[in-house]
């Protein structure tokens, strides 16, 4: 029979006291366990959030400067003239150039690459417009670097890959003109071609016939001939400086910059920050309300175990008396107090964990609310779409003992006044109390 | 060993009573020798009880000397004063103040368990007392299966379980039958003739007092020793029990 079986026996004897205690401070544990898994899932939450939406900033941001770095160098539109049946007729086209009278675009500083693209369109016997015939280098590094040059949106089938050859995707309208599918055959200026896409309506809304760049030139007898040189710089900010470099050497040459493109790129990042400053400023407003909640938690706790011990000091103030006269010291007065309202706190820590068990997700997801606001408290899926993910609240090892260690913690400092009060008491005083 | 277990020397006590002082002790003093039964006696507001609670170190004298075993108590700190009443002084109250949630045993333990005694040392003396309270086969029981008398009987167990120098007893009798009260004051005599334990008792009862081998008597804060009654209470006893 020691000071903890006194302890011990005075909490049981006032069961239903004890009762009402344990149950009031256990639910605040049980809310004070769920708030720390809550705050990391949230913390893990937003990071996800704030990773998902850096990644795709910067996939964005690549593709956009892929683009927004190309530099698109033609020669001038010219008039043709045609002998026809009764006059000479002229047709505005696009001349072809020689590749090789363009080999020092790459000498230029700041280009990546420069990628020739041959585009021949074709007309019926009347010379009625049918379709390009669009021949791109399906060389493995540049269509890894740069594959903003194959045909966007392919419906079917799948797209051009490097090596390909004797194989052509079609525009859905090309492909309706020639009747022919996925796997079908084609004939192209007289060469045929294994049909292995469809292309969607793109944005150029381009009706063409995609293939290598070499059997383009060969079916449209354009050997060593380009239309457009594709002129990709090294980065957005040298654009500029290409441009006017391109223009300098090559003074004949039509240069089409994508201003617009860097612009929208600027504006993307600029939108991406927001989003991520916004994911950021949830996640502290999360962080100050979990605060807020687990001070009150631990002020409504302490102010449980410091009443009911005031009242039980009070209560047992003649008890304390006896104990004095008997040759009690304060010390032993102060500890039984304590631990008295430590093992209360500590038999309730361990209700609110068993409590938790079952209750605590509900209680986190309750607690802190997911916020609506887009970016945060989601996930961004693979397809762009932001989905919920509610908090799952896992009791750990190092829960229970964050759960006990706090109980144990405030049941003595609620109980240290109390107890502190007890041991003052004087035994006289004490002995009178009725 | 001195022959003196309590010498007291012009003690006084005032209380405060709102701004006006009340002198319940004044220029007090007394000497016990050791082995003394001694019975204070007085009307109620008298100071018997104040004069017990100073001796016990609960309470603390405005003024004046006493001296407990040859220490002087009067003005130590509380941080001395818990081992004075731990390791001298054994108190029986009135209202037997044992734990309720202790049982008789555990309840004669607590005194021996604030000395730091071993359980086993504890639970074996406890028991050895129950029985010379003659509470032998009780020691199991808690206070509410005991009556009135034999809780008493368990304080006095509680009030010996040190070997303290003095005993101190307020009122013993107070909350008790005929029976049971000649029980007690029989016990704490005979207590007192085998063990040769000091016992101071305070009571209104002069048939309890008679039991006393000395009488003091309190009135107006001073005191006076009485000679001790030529028919002892004991040959009251016989004598109301013959007719």
């Known amino acids: 029979m020691g000071i903890l079986t006194r302890a011990t026996r005075n909490i049981t004897r006032r069961k239903t006291r004890a009762l009402l205690v344990i ?8 809310m004070l366990i769920s708030i720390p898994p809550s705050i990391t899932a949230n913390q893990e939450a937003a990071q996800k959030t704030i990773d998902s939406l850096t990644a795709s900033a910067e996939y964005a941001n690549s593709m956009v400067n892929r683009v927004a770095t190309e530099i698109d160098c033609n020669l001038p539109l010219a008039f043709r003239t045609d002998a026809g049946p009764y006059h000479n007729e002229s047709v505005l086209e696009q001349p072809l150039m020689n590749v090789t009278d363009y080999s020092n675009l790459t000498s230029i500083p700041d280009v990546a690459s420069v990628i020739p693209i041959l585009q021949q369109n074709q007309r019926d016997s009347e010379g009625k417009y049918l379709y390009d015939v669009i021949g791109i280098p399906l060389d493995a590094s540049l269509l890894t670097n740069y594959p903003t040059i194959l045909p966007a949106n392919i419906t079917a089938g799948r797209n051009l890959q490097a090596g390909d050859s004797g194989v052509v995707v079609l525009q859905e309208r090309v492909a309706n003109l020639f009747g022919v599918g996925v796997d079908g055959t084609v004939n192209i200026l007289g060469q045929n071609f294994k049909v292995v896409g469809i292309q969607g309506q793109d944005a150029y809304n381009a009706t063409a016939a995609y293939m290598s760049l070499d059997e383009a030139q060969i079916i449209t007898n354009t050997t060593g001939q380009a239309m457009t040189f594709k002129v990709f710089a090294t980065s957005i900010d040298n654009v500029g400086t290409v441009e006017n470099d391109i223009k300098t050497a090559y003074p004949e040459l039509s240069v089409i910059t994508a201003k617009s493109l860097i612009n929208q790129a600027h504006d993307m990042q600029q939108r991406s920050d927001e989003q991520i400053q916004r994911a950021q400023a949830g996640m502290n407003q999360i962080q100050s309300t979990a605060t807020v909640e687990m001070g009150v938690v631990i002020l409504a706790d302490c102010v449980i175990v410091l009443f009911i011990m005031l009242y039980t000091v009070r209560e047992r103030t003649k008890e304390i008396g006896t104990l004095k006269a008997l040759g009690a010291s304060n010390k032993t007065i102060l500890g039984q107090f304590m631990l008295e309202g430590v093992l209360l706190s500590l038999i309730a820590g361990i209700v609110g964990l068993a409590i938790g068990t079952f209750a605590a997700t509900t209680l986190a997801n309750l607690l802190l609310p997911y916020p609506t606001d887009a970016g945060f408290g989601t996930v961004m899926s693979e397809g762009g779409i932001l989905k919920a993910s509610p908090i799952v609240v896992t009791i750990t090892p190092q829960l229970i003992l964050f759960g006990l260690g706090v109980a144990v913690l405030l049941g003595a400092l609620g109980s240290l006044y109390p107890a502190w009060r007890a041991a003052r008491i004087r035994p006289a005083e004490a002995m009178r109390y009725e | 060993m001195s022959e003196l277990v309590l010498k007291i020397e012009n003690l006084s006590k005032t209380y405060m009573l709102g701004k006006r002082d009340v002198r319940c002790l004044c220029d007090l003093n007394l000497e016990i020798k050791r082995g003394q039964f001694v019975a204070i006696m007085g009307p109620s507001g008298s100071g018997k009880t104040t004069l017990l609670n ?9 003024k004046g000397k006493v001296l407990i075993d040859g220490v002087d108590i009067a003005n130590l700190p509380e941080s001395q004063l818990y081992k004075i009443r731990r390791d001298k002084i054994g108190f ?17 333990e607590l005194a021996m368990e604030l000395t730091g005694k071993f359980k086993g040392q504890r639970k074996q003396r406890a028991k050895d007392l129950l029985a010379t309270v003659g509470l032998l086969g009780r020691e199991e029981h808690r206070p509410n299966r005991l009556s009135q008398g034999e809780q008493q009987r368990v304080a006095i167990a509680r009030a010996l379980a040190n070997d303290p120098a003095i005993i101190l007893a307020d009122e013993p009798t107070g909350n008790l039958d005929t029976q049971n009260k000649h029980e007690i004051v029989k016990l704490l005599a005979n ?12 009571t209104h009862d002069e048939q309890v007092a ?22 002892t209470f004991f040959d009251n006893n016989q004598k109301q029990s013959s007719r």
């Open chain 2, 191 to 202: 207590l007192n003739s085998t063990q040769k334990t000091t016992t101071i008792m305070v």
């Open chain 1, 23 to 30: 149950v009031a401070l256990s639910l605040a544990l049980t």
């Open chain 2, 92 to 108: 029986v109250f009135q209202s037997f103040n044992l734990l309720p949630y202790l049982n008789a045993r555990e309840n004669v």
């Open chain 2, 210 to 231: 008679a039991s006393a081998e000395r009488i003091l008597l309190i009135n107006d804060g001073k005191i006076q020793d009485k000679q001790a009654q030529k028919e």
């Open chain 2, 54 to 62: 100073i001796i016990g170190c609960i309470d603390k004298p405005t």
